[in-house]
């Protein structure tokens, strides 16, 4: 008797216990299912997304969000958005030569200890927007804007959350839901509210290929340029993988093809 009011606690403790693992992953809104051309194993990079993409970011994003890891040289190499074959080497870019100067970096200090300003070069990191976490945080109502290096590998299903949290931005919070000071509500983001006023509205940017600029297109144009800052090795990566598995295969052909040469006199 004892026994079988044991088992059956524990049956109801762990059935509760799954319940309640149920309901935490059911807290935040679904992700919207969006599907990006890096993905899978022949996924690479949409070039002309990555350059929209970068526009975005420079020209709404780098408002708030660094990028500090980034060189801006990053742009014209193998597997960037910028990159072209007739100038391999970014430095000799002019297209990069020409991103980079578009950039103030404060350099520095001079002879006489100052610090100073001066356009950037291919070689200069991706400046930031503020001088420290502290004056980040001063201009954003206490919430720090994280940096874009590597935001879309620290968060889980990365392009599709940050798809997701950029066009779901809603004006109103639902009924029951009180909105802190300088909150904003965005169902996508955990706990439903978030410090990031919503960045993109329609025509936030002119895209210089014609394309529209809704929402949605700059959402998935900044998040394949941040999927590529965050793994821009990656379809060199993919490139080799595949050399390799070919490599193998023939391999393994050749051999298989010896085993049986050596073999086929002998009783066996
Ligand atoms: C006015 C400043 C501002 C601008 C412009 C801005 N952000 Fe933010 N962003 C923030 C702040 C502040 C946070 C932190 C919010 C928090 O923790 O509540 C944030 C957080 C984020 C996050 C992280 C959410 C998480 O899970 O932690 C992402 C992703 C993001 N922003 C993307 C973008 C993108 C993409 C753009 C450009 C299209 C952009 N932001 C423009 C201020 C900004």
Redesign the pocket.
């Known amino acids: 008797m004892n026994i079988r009011k044991t088992t059956l606690r524990a049956i109801i403790g762990a059935g509760l216990m799954a319940l309640s693992v149920n309901a935490f992953a059911s807290e935040g809104a679904e992700l919207k299912h969006k599907h990006f051309s890096f993905e899978g194993l022949f996924g690479t990079y949409d070039k002309a997304a990555g350059q929209r993409g970068f526009q975005?970011?420079k020209e709404?994003?780098?408002?708030?969000?660094s990028m500090t890891l980034v060189p801006i040289r990053a742009l014209g190499e193998e597997g960037g958005p910028f990159y072209d074959e007739k100038h391999p080497n970014p430095i000799d870019n002019p297209v990069i030569k020409a991103i980079a100067k578009d950039f103030t970096i404060t350099d520095g200090p001079n002879s006489d200890g100052d610090m100073f300003e001066r356009p950037g070069k291919p070689s200069d990191y991706f400046p930031a927007p503020f001088a420290n976490e502290q004056a980040?945080r001063a201009?954003?109502?206490g919430?720090?804007?994280?940096d874009?290096s590597l935001?879309v590998r620290a968060?889980e299903h990365g392009p599709q959350?940050?798809y997701s949290?950029?066009t779901s931005f809603e004006d109103e919070a639902p009924e029951g839901v009180e909105l802190r000071d300088g909150?904003n509500y965005n169902p996508v983001?955990?706990g439903g509210?978030?410090?990031?006023?919503p960045?993109?509205f329609e025509g936030?940017v002119e895209y210089s290929d014609g394309t529209p600029a809704t929402v949605e297109q700059?959402?998935s144009d900044?998040?394949t340029f941040?999927a590529w800052a965050a793994d821009p090795k990656m379809e060199v990566r993919k490139r080799t993988g595949w050399m390799v598995m070919i490599y193998l295969f023939i391999f393994a052909l050749l051999m298989y093809g010896s085993y049986k040469a050596v073999w086929r006199d002998v009783e066996h």
């Open positions: 975005v970011f709404v994003c780098s408002g708030c969000h980040a201009s954003n109502g919430a720090l804007p994280p874009f935001l968060r959350y940050i949290l950029l909150m983001f955990a509210q978030i410090g990031m006023p960045p993109l936030s700059m959402a900044v998040v941040m």
